[in-house]
C-alpha cells in the first residue's frame, strides 16, 4: 500500500474520532434529550467512516455491511433529533428498528449478488441523497421557528454532502467508469466524496454546537425576562399588600375615633344625669331655705351652687352637639380673615426654607362661604406645607426661585357662584400615580404619608357641597402644581 494511503487513512480515522469527542465536549452544560441524539448519530456516523476507511485491513462484512448500515442508522437518528426539535410526535424506536433491519437484510442482499460495489454504491448514494434532503428541509423549517445562522451552516453542509453523490451519481451514468465509485480508487469524483464527507461532517458538528449555543442564551435572555416580570408582579404584590395595610390602619383608626366617639357620648350621657339630679335637689333645698330666715349664708352658697351646676349642663349640652355634628359643623365663615389667620405662621415657615409666598385677594368684596373654619384653616396650612416640602426635597436647583401663591378668586359656572380658594406653586408638580389615584381610598406622594390630608381635603369640602380640582401645570419650560377648592358662598351673598 502506498504511504499516502497509509496517511489518508490516518487523517480520516482522526478526524472522526475527534468530532465525537468535540461535539460531547462542546455540548457540556446543554446537553438533553436532543442534543444527546445528536451526538449519539454523530459517533455512529464516524465510527462508520472509520471502518471503511480501514476496508483494506478489515472483512467485506466490516467495511460495507457494517459500515453503511451504521451510517443510514445515524442518519435516522439525526432525523429523529431534527424531529424532536421541531416537536413532531417521536418516531417508536421498534419501527426505526425494522427499518434498519430491512437496510441491512437488502445489502447482505446485494453483497451475496456481488453488486455490492455497483448497485449498492449507486442506492446508497441515492438514499443518502433523500437523506440529505429531509434533513435541509428539517432545518428549514427549523429556521423558520428559530432565528440561528447556525442553522444555515448545517443546512449547506447537507448541501455539500448531497452534491458529491450526486456528483458520483452523474459521472458514473455518463461515462460508466466503475471507478467513479470506489473511494479507493482516487479519481477526482471519489476523492470528492471523501473530501465533502469530511468537511460537511465538520459542519455539521460545529453548526449544531453554535445552534445549542444560541439556544441556550434564548432560554436563557427568556428565563431572565421571566424572572424581570415575576419581580415586577412580585413588588406590585407588595404595594397591593402595603396598601392593604394602610386601608386597615385608617380603618383602625376610624374604628378607635367611632369607638372613643361612642365612649364619649356614653360619658356626656352619664354626667348630664347627675347634674340634672343635683340641680333638682338644689332647687328643693332653694324652696326649703325660704322657711328658715335665719341663714341667709346657707340662702347665697345655694345659690351660688345652682350657678354652677347651669354652667356646667351648659358645657355638656354643647359638647354632645359638637359630638353629635362633628367637625362637618357648617357656618358662615369670612374666608378672607381666617386666611388671614394661618397666613403668618405659613409666612414664617416659607422664609426660613426661602420660598417665596403671597396671598392676594381678588375677591370684589367680603365674602362668606358655608364651610367650618377650624377644618379650613387645617386644610390651607396642610396644603400649603406639602408645597413647601415638595420644593424643598429637590435634588437639583430649581430653575426659578420657589414661590407659593394663595388666591381668593370668584368664579361662575354653571349658572352658580363660586368663591374658589387656590393654591398653586412652581414645585416638581403632583406625581401621576398621585393624579391618577386620586379616586383612590389612600393617596400620598410622600415616601411616609398616609394621604389622610388629601383624604381630609376631598372629603371636608365635599360635606360642605364644594368641589376639589387638582392638576399640574406647565408654564415657560417650568413645571407646577394648583389646587382648587371651590366652595358656595353664605345664602344671600350670591352675586346678581
Known amino acids: 500500500m502506498h504511504p499516502a494511503v497509509g496517511l489518508l487513512i490516518q487523517v480520516v480515522i ?116 433523500l437523506l440529505n434532503t429531509v434533513l435541509s428541509w428539517l432545518i428549514w423549517q427549523l429556521r423558520r421557528t428559530v432565528q440561528s445562522r447556525s442553522l444555515m451552516m448545517i443546512q449547506v453542509a447537507f448541501a455539500i454532502h448531497a452534491g458529491a453523490y450526486l456528483n458520483r451519481m452523474y459521472h458514473y451514468a455518463v461515462t460508466g467508469n466503475v471507478d467513479y465509485l470506489n473511494v479507493f480508487s482516487f479519481s477526482w469524483v471519489s476523492n470528492l466524496v471523501t473530501l465533502t464527507s469530511i468537511l460537511a461532517m465538520i459542519l455539521i458538528c460545529f453548526g449544531y454546537w453554535g445552534f445549542a449555543l444560541e439556544r441556550s442564551n434564548q432560554e436563557t435572555t427568556t428565563a431572565q425576562a421571566g424572572q424581570l416580570q415575576a419581580l415586577a ?38 354626667i348630664s344625669q347627675p347634674l340634672q339630679a343635683l340641680e333638682l335637689g338644689l332647687y328643693d333645698l332653694q324652696s326649703q331655705v325660704k322657711t328658715v330666715p335665719d341663714k341667709p349664708a346657707l340662702q347665697s352658697r345655694i345659690d351660688d351652687l345652682m350657678v354652677l351646676s347651669g354652667k356646667a349642663s351648659d358645657m355638656v349640652s354643647s359638647l354632645r352637639r359638637l359630638m353629635i355634628r362633628g367637625q362637618d359643623q357648617m357656618e358662615p365663615v369670612d374666608l378672607q380673615s381666617a386666611i388671614a389667620s394661618v397666613f403668618p405662621i405659613l409666612q ?33 396650612f396642610n396644603l400649603a406645607a406639602n408645597a413647601m416640602d415638595a420644593m424643598s426635597s429637590l435634588p437639583t436647583p430649581m430653575r426659578s426661585p420657589p414661590r407659593i401663591l394663595i388666591e381668593l378668586l370668584e368664579r361662575q359656572r ?78 344671600g351673598q350670591a352675586s346678581a
Open 233 to 270: 408582579e412580585s413588588d406590585a404584590m407588595r404595594n397591593l399588600v402595603k396598601e392593604r395595610d394602610q386601608l386597615l390602619m385608617l380603618n383602625a383608626r376610624v374604628s378607635a375615633l367611632s369607638s372613643l366617639s361612642s365612649f364619649s357620648a356614653m360619658l356626656v350621657h352619664d
Open 348 to 380: 414664617g415657615e416659607a422664609n426660613q426654607r426661602g420660598i417665596d409666598i403671597q396671598s392676594i385677594n381678588q375677591l370684589t368684596r367680603a365674602r362668606q362661604v358655608q364651610a367650618n373654619e377650624v377644618m379650613l384653616q387645617r386644610i390651607v
Open 414 to 491: 354653571e349658572g352658580q357662584d363660586w368663591v374658589v380658594l387656590q393654591i398653586q406653586d412652581n414645585g416638581p408638580g403632583f406625581p401621576k400615580d398621585l393624579l391618577q389615584q386620586l379616586s383612590g381610598p389612600v393617596v400620598s406622594s410622600k415616601a411616609q404619608g398616609s394621604g389622610l390630608s388629601l383624604l381630609l381635603t376631598q372629603s371636608m369640602v365635599r360635606l360642605w357641597g364644594g368641589q376639589t380640582v387638582m392638576e399640574n401645570l406647565a408654564v415657560h419650560g417650568e413645571s407646577g402644581a394648583i389646587l382648587q377648592l371651590w366652595l358656595i358662598p353664605t345664602p
Open 14 to 129: 482522526a478526524v472522526h474520532i475527534a468530532l465525537p469527542l468535540g461535539t460531547w465536549l462542546l455540548l457540556s452544560g446543554r446537553r438533553n434529550d436532543k442534543t444527546r441524539l445528536w451526538f449519539i448519530s454523530i459517533s455512529i456516523y464516524s465510527l462508520s467512516l472509520c471502518s471503511i476507511a480501514l476496508r483494506p485491513y478489515v472483512s467485506g462484512y466490516l467495511s460495507y455491511l457494517m459500515a453503511w448500515s451504521g451510517v443510514f442508522a445515524s442518519w435516522l437518528i439525526m432525523v429523529e433529533a431534527l424531529r424532536r426539535e421541531l416537536n413532531m410526535k417521536p418516531w417508536r424506536w421498534p419501527g426505526m428498528g425494522a427499518v434498519v433491519g430491512a437496510w441491512v437484510i437488502f445489502l447482505i442482499w446485494l453483497y451475496q449478488t456481488q453488486d455490492l460495489n455497483t448497485t449498492g454504491v449507486l442506492v446508497y448514494s441515492a438514499t443518502f441523497i
